[in-house]
């Protein structure tokens, strides 16, 4: 059973930095994509970032390109996404995910959830 449990979140003001943590456990990581998506409140979940198995291809929202990087350590089961420049409108519950790297697959395996509240 695939397990996911991030870390990392908090209150920030406005142009600070923060990096979320998420440790897998239960699957072969290697042979997995992970990404970050986030959900405001009384909105839909969108997807923040993702990156491929052997960690060679990334892939951002408009709206966080150039200020968040997605991150994997194999070795430690861990994918990371350092926020910078952070802005009140990445006030969400961050999610970690995760998809078998291959063609058609979805993300089914998700985390709790990490808070992160950016403060104007």
């Known amino acids: 059973q695939v397990q996911l449990v991030e870390s990392g979140g908090g209150l920030v003001q406005a142009g600070g930095s923060l990096r979320l943590s998420c440790v897998a456990s239960?699957?072969?990581?290697?042979?997995?994509?992970m990404a970050w998506y986030r959900q405001a409140p009384g909105k839909e979940r969108d997807l923040v970032a993702a990156?491929?198995?052997?960690?060679?291809?990334?892939a951002y929202a408009k709206s966080v390109k150039g200020r968040f990087t997605i991150s994997r350590e194999d070795a430690g089961n861990t994918v990371y996404l350092q926020m910078n420049s952070l802005k009140p409108e990445d006030t969400a519950v961050y999610y970690c995910?995760?998809?078998?790297?291959?063609?058609?697959?979805?993300?089914?395996?998700w985390g709790q959830g990490t808070q992160v509240t950016v403060s104007a």
């Open positions: 995910a995760a998809r078998l790297d291959s063609p058609g697959a979805d993300f089914d395996s």
């Open positions: 239960g699957l072969t990581f290697g042979l997995y994509t």
């Open positions: 990156i491929r198995g052997s960690g060679s291809s990334t």
